[in-house]
């Protein structure tokens, strides 16, 4: 597709199940980032891919959340045993390479609309 | 990436141009400077990145003196449809960096 996309746009869950979000960015952007926005607040970082692999996944707020990403392509990241304070909206986003020509802009998806009764 | 200080909000009313100073005092020689826009329920958007002096698009032109440790965001002649939480960044990542947004100013037009 034109735009990073994510999945599901919404999910409802049970507190302690486990869910997984998904994410499809732009073909070709090298980085792709996680970030968690609860209402009315700002962005959270999370984590971020550099290809397949995470520098640095010091943003994760606790064991309870990993992510992955394979391909240099999708990601998805996972939260087990879900808890109230896991509900918010998870963005995911990708960008090329900064460059002479690039300005490294992160193209954000819809994000996913988490919701943990 | 370089710590950001920006306002929590700001209001303004339609027609008016609005400027939303970011403060960057550790800002390195390879950093640049780009601001972004949320609106409600939405991702954020890309609106300008500026190295030095002055940078102009479409939407917005962004001002950054010499010693660089400041810039200024400035729409032109806001409407209601700015309304929006504007987010300043130092540093652009995708070089082994994270990217932080910090919280960003909430600008509320009024008619």
């Not at chain 1, 609860?38 to 550099?50: A, D, K, M, T, V």
């Not at chain 1, 999708?74 to 960008?95: F, G, K, M, P």
Request: charged share 20%; aromatic share 10%.
């Amino acid at each position: 597709g034109a735009g990073v996309s994510q999945s599901p746009s919404n999910k409802v869950t049970e507190k302690g199940k486990d869910v997984e979000l998904r994410c499809d960015p732009i073909s070709g952007h090298t980085a792709l980032y996680w970030y968690r926005q609860s209402l009315g607040q700002g962005l959270e970082f999370l984590i971020y891919f550099q290809g397949n692999s995470a520098p640095d996944k010091s943003g994760l707020p606790s064991d309870r959340f990993s992510a992955e990403r394979t391909g240099g392509s999708v990601s998805t990241l996972t939260i087990q045993r879900t808890q109230q304070e896991d509900s918010a909206v998870y963005l995911c986003a990708s960008s090329r390479l900064l460059s002479a020509t690039n300005t490294g802009e992160l193209f954000f998806g819809e994000g996913s609309r988490l919701t943990v009764l | 990436l370089a710590k950001t200080t920006q306002p929590i909000s700001m209001d303004s009313y339609e027609g008016q141009e609005v400027n939303i100073t970011c403060s960057h005092n550790n800002i390195a020689t390879n950093d640049y400077i780009t601001w972004y826009q949320q609106f409600p329920s939405q991702g954020p958007r890309f609106i300008i990145q500026g190295y030095k002096t002055k940078v102009t698009n479409e939407v917005a032109s962004l001002f950054i003196p010499a010693d660089r440790k400041s810039s200024t965001l400035s729409l032109p002649r806001v409407s209601l449809s700015d309304t929006a939480v504007y987010y300043c960044l130092v540093g652009v990542g995708n070089r082994d960096d994270k990217i932080i947004f910090g919280k960003g100013t909430r600008l509320h037009i009024l008619p």
